[in-house]
């Protein structure tokens, strides 16, 4: 395939140039051109008013996409306890396995403290566990050795991880080893109709764009799964299921883990599990801003998040940062107060049932996301905001 | 000591938007940069060079104006640079862009691998693992600190989502870098004028000996097949009482949702 444009059609507007991510469009005697620059990413297609650009087929003959059968998750496991994403991908395997009318499997390596059958009663219809010492601790040579070894054998349609540290560091591995397509950090997975072919939807360019990615001709379809955005199944205390087990195979690892330190603050695990998440940003103007946003948070019960600017301003610590290159989060209720909405910020709590958004400024971008807005300067509402609630809890 | 790093040129994304109305990007003069993370490689690798001794080369793949980047990475002050570029490479996805830096390392030769966390454009963080992977060697993936290096075993300090791993590796070995790592030097004069003067070395497919199937779109197993605007929420109401009104009608949906 590549991209061309019919130069009878094209007006030499040179909207399409403006449209290019890599500059690959140029002006040749009054009509756009692509060079090899091109990326084939279609950016193009759909801009130009004449439709004058195209993808061309040029015969590339594929390889077949080969058989497959099943939906398999990655159960991820640290020191024993099983990731919360597991359970995300157990509900969203699940979702897609009923569409394919096919089984859901997990993948365990090592144990969890409640065993396989824990994933079970959360949607899966089959473990295959490998309780090896070997696999208690993450290496990815291992790791990628086993999970490859058993999607050969059992050949799975579709394979899924959590996007974590651990996901994203072997998945990769994995794909590259059987010549298959991998997306990564998807923040949505459904059936196309037409193919079944897993549609895979991931945010790039730092979240200003979504793309749908496919992996048409290859098996499994690969994919990692941001955490917190997919909802996990019901738990069903009766379900049954088989599990396997699973004789680990080349465990030689040429990387070892000599110490493990865990560092996970009381406000990172708070931002994840918290109802109610006030935040601030820039708008906060200060340390003295934020101890207003603190005093609302503990009248709701709540925890306080904030925007990278506040995090620059050095305002309050990193670990309170939500977006793209901080922490995913998704409570009832998230306030944003002072914060632009740019984002890199609403990726990472877009998920959040309500939305109350409090800006100055009434063309924030923040309201187009907001379940409630408020146009005001955030110094006088949350004090009032904070007078009422008291009154109502009788403090 | 042989260290390869691999850098990209990537559009600046914080000036990346879409245009809601037709869903394409609008990327009117928004420069090139080097991808921010593998700048963090760069400077990882310079340090171990001052410290066990070698050699630097930065490698990327890419259109010949990627050839700037390149020498960005001359002037802070490493050893050589190589361009990989060939039409044979257009529409590479993760596994057929690390299929063909793998095939251009092996040419090198390298005894450490750095590469970014991530490239900003794709965020995909795959491409390092991969290259990995295609070597049989191993990898680390995420390194915020570089702890010791010696002959043939490094040690690294690993970011986990709940804290950090050390970890120890045998070499030839790969590793990818978070932004905690250290902070990229900015070139010098001395390394501006030599940038100017360096002679990148370009190398095709052929001089690779790569399988064609393996490159470009046909080596690459995913496909875009749409982009489109990040959704907005639906059922919104901006407040337009008086503050007080405001506020009070908040609070009483906050009670609503047994929030208080
Ligand atoms: C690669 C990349 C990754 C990023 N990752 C993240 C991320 O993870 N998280 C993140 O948050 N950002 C991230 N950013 C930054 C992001 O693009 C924005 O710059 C940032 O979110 C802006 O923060 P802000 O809304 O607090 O500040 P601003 O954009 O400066 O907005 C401040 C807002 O406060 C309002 N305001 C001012 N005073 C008051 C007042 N008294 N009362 C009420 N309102 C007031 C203003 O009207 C304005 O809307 C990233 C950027 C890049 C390029
Ligand atoms: N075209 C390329 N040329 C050189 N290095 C690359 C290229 N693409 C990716 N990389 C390296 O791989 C890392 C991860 O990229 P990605 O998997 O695309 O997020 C980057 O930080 C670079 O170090």
């Known amino acids: ?395 | 000591m042989k260290i390869v790093v691999c850098v990209k040129q990537v559009p600046d994304t914080a000036e990346v938007r879409i245009n809601p109305e037709t869903n394409t990007l609008v990327r009117d003069g928004v420069p090139s940069i080097i991808n921010p993370y593998d700048l963090h490689a760069v400077e990882a690798a310079l340090q171990i060079r001052e410290a066990a001794g070698g050699e630097v080369t930065t490698l990327t793949m890419g259109p010949p104006q990627a050839e700037n980047a390149l020498r960005e990475t001359v002037s802070m002050g490493v050893d050589r640079a190589v361009l990989l570029t060939d039409r044979l490479f257009a529409g590479s996805d993760t596994w057929a862009t690390a299929y063909t830096l793998y095939k251009g390392i092996e040419h090198l030769g390298a005894d450490i691998i750095l590469c970014g966390k991530q490239a900003i454009d794709g965020d995909t963080a795959q491409v390092g693992p991969e290259i990995a992977e295609f070597f049989g060697m191993p990898h680390i993936a995420y390194v915020r600190k570089i702890v010791e290096v010696g002959n043939d075993r490094i040690v690294v300090q690993r970011l986990m989502d709940d804290g950090f791993d050390v970890v120890e590796s045998s070499l030839p070995v790969l590793l990818t870098v978070v932004r905690e790592i250290n902070v990229p030097r900015l070139p010098s004069l001395k390394g501006k004028m030599a940038a100017k003067k360096a002679g990148i070395l370009k190398l095709s497919a052929a001089d690779l000996k790569a399988e064609e199937e393996n490159l470009g779109l046909k080596g690459s197993p995913t496909q875009v097949k749409n982009i489109f605007a990040p959704e907005a929420k639906a059922n919104r109401k901006v407040l337009s009482g008086s503050m007080e009104d405001n506020v009070a009608q908040l609070v009483n949906e906050l009670v609503e949702m047994k929030c208080i």
């Not at chain 1, 934020?290 to 709540?302: M, P, R, V």
């Not at chain 1, 209720?333 to 632009?340: L, M, P, T």
Request: glycine share 10%; charged share 25%.
């Open chain 1, 1 to 395: 395939m590549y991209i061309s444009v019919t130069r009878d059609k094209c007006s030499g507007c040179g909207v399409c140039i403006a449209s290019c991510p890599y500059d690959a469009i140029v002006m040749h005697e009054d009509r756009a051109r692509i060079t090899e620059l091109c990326q084939l990413c279609r950016a193009c297609l759909s801009v130009c008013p004449e439709g004058a650009i195209s993808e061309v087929e040029d015969g590339v003959v594929r390889k077949e996409k080969g058989q497959g059968r099943g939906v398999w998750v990655f159960a991820e496991q640290r020191s024993g306890r099983l990731a919360g994403v597991s359970l995300e991908l157990l509900g969203a395997g699940r979702r897609l396995a009923d569409k394919l009318g096919a089984e859901l499997s997990a993948v365990l390596l090592g144990n969890v403290e409640r065993g396989a059958q824990e994933l079970i009663c959360w949607g899966a219809d089959r473990v295959y566990l490998c309780d090896d010492p070997a696999m208690d601790t993450f290496n990815d040579e291992p790791y990628a050795n086993v999970l490859s070894e058993l999607i050969a054998q059992y050949k799975p349609e579709i394979v899924l991880a959590g996007a974590t540290a651990i996901g994203r560091s072997f998945f990769p591995r994995v794909a590259a080893r059987l010549h298959t397509g991998l997306t990564a950090d998807c923040t949505s997975l459904d059936i196309e109709e037409s193919t079944g072919n897993l549609l895979q939807v991931r945010p790039a360019f730092g979240g200003n764009i979504m793309a749908t990615i496919l992996c048409p001709h290859s098996r499994p379809q690969m994919a990692t799964v941001r955490p917190r955005v997919m909802k996990a199944a019901e738990y069903q205390d009766d379900k049954k299921g088989e599990v396997i087990p699973v004789k680990p195979v080349k465990i030689t690892s040429s990387t070892r883990v000599t110490e493990t330190v865990m560092e996970v603050s009381e406000v990172a695990v708070n931002l994840q599990d918290a109802n109610i998440i006030v935040a601030g940003g820039r708008g906060a103007g200060g340390e003295k801003g934020f101890k207003l946003l603190f005093e609302l948070a503990e009248t709701l019960d709540g925890s306080v998040a904030a925007s990278r600017a506040a995090v620059d301003e050095g305002w309050i610590p990193y670990r309170h940062q939500v977006g793209q290159t901080g922490k995913t989060v998704g409570p009832k209720v998230y306030i944003a107060c002072g914060i632009s909405g740019a984002v890199q910020h609403i990726v990472g709590m877009q998920s959040s049932d309500i939305i109350i958004a409090i800006n100055r400024n009434p063309e924030a971008p923040i309201f187009s996301i907001a379940t409630y807005g408020i146009v005001g300067d955030m110094f006088e509402v949350v004090p009032m905001m904070i007078k009422k609630i008291r009154e109502i809890k009788g403090l």
